[in-house]
C-alpha cells in the first residue's frame, strides 16, 4: 500500500517539472517574440497623477452647429468628387 502512494508522489513532482519547464520555455518564446520588451522597474503614475487636458480652443470644429458640420462634409466630398473626375478625365486624354 505505501508503495502505491510513493509513486503517486513522484508522478506529482514529475508533472510539477514538466510544468516548470513549459513555463520557462514559453517566458522565453514570448520575451523573443515580443522583442525583449521588458516592464519599467517603475509603475507608471495613476490617471488622477496626469496633467488636466488642455483646453478645447474655440477654433476647433467641435463647437459648431450640426448643420455647419454637416455642410463642411458636403462640401468636403464635392471637392473630392471633382478631383476624382478630372483625374480620369486625364487618364483619358
Not at 519599467?40 to 496626469?50: F, K, V
Not at 477654433?59 to 473630392?80: C, F, K, L, N, Y
Request: net charge positive; proline share 10%; no cysteine.
Amino acid at each position: 500500500m505505501r508503495e502505491r502512494r510513493s509513486e503517486g508522489g513522484w508522478g506529482l513532482l514529475i508533472v510539477l517539472l514538466a510544468l516548470a519547464i513549459v513555463a520557462f520555455l514559453a517566458r522565453d518564446a514570448l520575451t523573443a517574440y515580443l522583442g525583449g520588451v521588458v516592464r519599467p522597474a517603475t509603475p507608471t503614475p495613476s490617471r488622477g497623477a496626469q496633467d488636466p487636458p488642455p483646453e478645447i480652443a474655440p477654433s476647433e470644429p467641435s463647437m459648431q452647429r450640426p448643420v455647419e458640420r454637416i455642410r463642411g462634409v458636403e462640401d468636403t466630398v464635392a471637392r473630392g468628387a471633382e478631383a476624382r473626375a478630372k483625374a480620369l478625365e486625364e487618364r483619358g486624354r
